[in-house]
């Protein structure tokens, strides 16, 4: 059974930290890129990073360059989101997400988590 789980948000103040992580199971995690993906009240999901476990290439929104690193520990099969400098319009239900056809492409992703909440107070 794939599965994909996120853990690591919750509650901070405007420019904290928080790291969250997405355990994956169930697939070949070293073929896929995982995508980390933020749908806010009233808005549009949009993809905020992703990594490639086949060559490490990474993709990051610019709203959040410079304070986002996403990093992947194939051993663990787990992709991670540390968040730095957070702003209260981070604040959003973060998903991660996998796909056998790099960070780039325009398919849809093959299998989501549930999602975990962030929650940045100003």
């Known amino acids: 059974e794939v599965q994909l789980v996120e853990s690591g948000g919750g509650l901070v103040q405007a420019g904290g930290s928080l790291r969250l992580s997405c355990a994956a199971s169930g697939f070949t995690f070293d073929d896929y890129a995982i995508g980390w993906f933020r749908q806010a009240p009233g808005k549009e999901r949009e993809e905020v990073s992703c990594?490639?476990?086949?060559?490490?290439?990474?993709y990051y929104v610019d709203s959040v360059k410079g304070r986002f690193i996403i990093s992947s520990d194939n051993a663990k099969n787990t992709v991670y989101l540390q968040m730095n400098s957070l702003k209260p319009e981070d604040t959003a239900v973060y998903y991660c997400a996998a796909t056998i056809w790099g960070c780039f492409t325009n398919y849809d992703r093959d299998y989501w988590g549930k999602g975990t909440l962030v929650t940045i107070s100003s």
């Open positions: 990594i490639s476990n086949s060559d490490g290439s990474t």
